[in-house]
């Protein structure tokens, strides 16, 4: 079975140890020499498959994660959710013990199930229970290749105990097959030719881009297609696909209203992007578009889509829906553009460049001037936090792997490298950001480059343990405590019910908020064995509290720091 | 934290900080300049402003200087004009929840708006190092 693993070239084990495993977690440190994959330590299930989360963002393939088939599934299921949402390659291996005479008497028994796998069928690609080695061989790199193949998604291959500890037939030999990834699907010729039509002739055309960069060629060729159409991009940012500072970056401006036709690139909620929603005394919407405009999608979520869990979102017409990666799409489409443009377009097209550039330069100076505010306020501001940072990591060869201080980071800084951002959580489910930072740090670990975490203090309460894995396998890692001492995002939706209802309004910090006693995160992370300082309260005081944790992080370990900050 | 924040918008004046649709009084805003002229509004106790800021959650989409977030809008050191924030506040155009009169009173909202302006006025952003 570890044969299985190195053939497809899995470089870590993220598991908490569980008996149902027991014979992989042995074969993988003894006969696999813990190395390639090497066994990391992890203090929760949920923290094992966000670390796979994050990591295989940065690193564009998975790596293992073992859990018992039960109790371990069921600590890990939000994150797999998470992952299926972010349409991320997660790889999840169930110890179970199905032949029910083998069962050792107690726990064993709680700790098997009939179907393991079951439990996550909604929101996984692809499951097996191989029956013999040979099949799980077939089985593990199968999953492997379905992980793997847009739309990417989590996969679970359930271990039968018995096959994870009985020996090899008599010749000892096992045929592992070859893995090959599947080129990603590109869009149809005349359908790219139709597209590259609509965008040529638009006065304004935008680009909306979510999850358009899989690999570090994505920002490229999306920065191509935008420079030849002159076009704005809103940058969604649930991957790094274009540089904050580019030009052509209109993430800011409300470049939607004016626009004669929208391409969205891989978009999770294309609805969202063009209607405004508002939730007050009752739900309602209305479009942003202007009349006559037309939408173009291309993404490979049209090619993969299930029924139970709603992420899909809320349909939304368009004029052309192409069921293809985005990605594997831009070449093509950027070299169809080129054809399609004549002199006299190129010549708009370089007015209407200039126009944008004018207005992203705007954007800048406004961003500048709204972090002014409150420049010097206790607690400290979010912009403050995040220009503070920016001014520690700027000169290393930095990834923010989680997190933006209530959007600062993607204003103030620039971001211009492909592995500089990898998108949030997916489903919104809290207890992703810690985790998925430590696996991110994980995968930027050999190539030398310096990981920040811009930590909320709710989503850190869920699995802190985390912070010991990251100091015990010595993975840099800076987190700066964005901490607003509540669940905040939802102490606004009680806040909104007690408003509506015109009842206790004052009480609407109930039952949300983190505080009496105030969480002591610095005291958190040392306990862990990770440097930390704080809480600060004092924006005085930050700059040389990141200073002392970036030297820190620079000599290889994990690095805190509590900032209490304005709420937003 | 999701970058899709429109969910995340509940409790907000419609025009928010970051899709620039303040309103004049407050979008034009320069650092170190003198407020507005406004109508005058009613004398209002700062301090009890402050309390009454942050007990009724108004902190949490404005932060507690009233200088906006993610999820509102920046309505200090100077917010619009007095009688235009009170009809705003009674009947939001946006997420912002209404708040009635029997919840804050003409002069609990006189209060709050003495509060607001009696924030610190910004730094120029080109005295600011960490802003260049």
């Known amino acids: 079975m570890v044969d299985v693993l190195k053939s497809v ?88 013990q199905l032949d029910a005479t083998m069962r050792r008497p107690g726990a064993e028994w709680a ?32 999953a492997y290749k379905i992980a793997m193949t847009p739309p990417m998604a989590p996969v679970v291959l359930v271990v039968n105990a018995e096959l994870q500890e009985q020996a090899l037939a008599a010749d000892g030999k096992l045929m592992i097959p070859k893995l090959s990834i599947p080129a990603p699907p590109q869009g149809e010729a005349a359908a790219v030719a139709e597209v590259a039509r609509l965008l040529v002739n638009a006065e304004h055309p935008v680009i ?58 891989e978009v999770s909620d294309f609805w969202g992007a063009v209607n405004s929603y508002r939730d007050q005394l009752s739900r309602s919407s209305h479009s942003l578009l202007k009349p006559g405009a037309k939408l173009v999608s291309i993404t490979s979520g049209d090619l993969y889509v299930r029924a139970n869990y709603q992420d899909f979102q809320r349909y939304l017409p368009v004029d052309l829906a192409l069921a293809a990666d985005a990605e594997a799409t831009l070449p093509a489409l950027t070299d169809a553009v080129r054809r ?64 933006t201080g209530g959007g600062w980071a993607r204003r103030l800084w620039s971001f211009d490298k492909p592995y500089q951002w990898i ?40 699995a802190p343990g985390v912070l010991w894995t990251a100091a015990h396998h010595r993975i840099p890692l800076l987190t ?16 909104k019910m007690c408003n509506r209802h015109s009842r206790g309004i004052d009480r609407g910090r109930i039952g949300s908020e983190l505080v009496d006693p105030p969480i002591d995160y610095a005291k958190v992370a040392q306990g862990l064995g990770v440097h930390a300082e704080g809480p600060i309260t004092d924006p005085k005081d930050l700059g040389s509290a990141l200073a002392r944790a970036v030297t820190v992080v620079k000599r290889g370990e994990p690095a805190l720091v509590d900032v209490v900050c304005q709420p937003r | 934290m999701a970058m899709h924040s429109r969910l995340t918008m509940a409790i907000a004046f419609t025009f928010t900080v970051l899709s620039g649709r303040l309103p004049g009084a407050l979008s034009g805003q320069a650092p170190g300049s003198t407020p507005t002229q406004q109508p ?71 209060d709050i708006y003495a509060y607001l302006r009696s924030r610190p006025r910004p730094p120029a952003v080109s005295s600011i190092l960490l802003l260049k």
């Open chain 1, 9 to 96: 070239g899995f470089d870590y084990i993220c598991a908490n140890p569980g008996s149902s495993f027991r014979g992989l977690h042995e074969s993988v440190i003894n006969y696999g020499g813990n190395q390639r994959p090497e066994l990391i330590t992890c203090c929760h299930e949920e923290s094992s498959v966000a670390m796979g989360h994050g990591y295989a963002k940065v690193e564009g393939k998975p790596l293992g994660v073992f859990a018992h088939g039960t109790v371990g599934l069921q600590h890990a299921a939000m994150a797999i959710y998470n992952a299926w949402c972010d349409r991320v390659p997660v790889y999840v291996m169930l110890g179970n």
């Open chain 1, 111 to 142: 700790h098997s199930v009939q179907d393991a796998a079951a439990m996550v069928r909604d929101y996984t690609k692809w499951d097996d229970t191989p029956m013999s080695l040979p099949h799980f061989a077939e089985s593990a790199v199968r």
């Open chain 1, 208 to 265: 909306v881009a979510d999850r358009v960069a899989r690999t570090p060629a994505g920002l490229a060729a999306l920065v191509e297609l935008a420079e030849t159409l002159q076009a704005a991009v809103i940058d969604q940012g649930g991957r790094m696909n274009f540089p904050t500072r580019h030009p052509l970056n209109q993430s800011q401006a409300r470049a939607i209203a004016d626009a004669d036709v929208i391409l969205g690139l």
């Open chain 1, 340 to 403: 399609a443009l004549t002199a006299d377009r190129k010549r708009a097209l370089e007015a209407r460049g200039a126009k944008l550039t004018e207005a992203g330069a705007a954007a800048l100076d406004r961003a500048r001037l709204d972090a002014s505010y409150a420049w010097d306020a206790s607690p400290v501001s979010t912009a403050r936090l995040s220009a503070e940072l920016w001014a520690q990591i700027k000169n290393e060869d930095w990834a923010l792997v989680n997190g």
């Open chain 1, 423 to 462: 998108g949030g959580a997916g489903g919104a489910g809290v207890g992703y950001g810690m985790p998925a930072a430590v696996g991110a740090a994980l995968a930027h670990k050999k190539h030398g480059r310096f990981a920040v975490n811009i930590q909320t203090d709710g989503d850190l309460m869920y």
């Open chain 1, 480 to 495: 700066v405590m964005h901490n607003n001492r509540a669940y905040h995002q939802e102490l606004m939706h009680v806040q």
């Open chain 2, 40 to 110: 005058a509004a009613p004398a209002g106790n700062a301090e009890h402003g402050k309390t009454l800021f942050v007990n009724n959650g108004c902190y949490q989409c404005h932060n507690y200087e009233g200088n906006g977030g993610g999820a509102g809008a920046r309505i200090a050191p100077n917010p619009p004009p007095f009688r235009g924030f009170v009809a705003y506040v009674r009947s939001p155009k946006g997420d912002m929840p209404p708040y009635k009169e029997k919840v804050l009173s003409e002069q609990d909202l006189a």
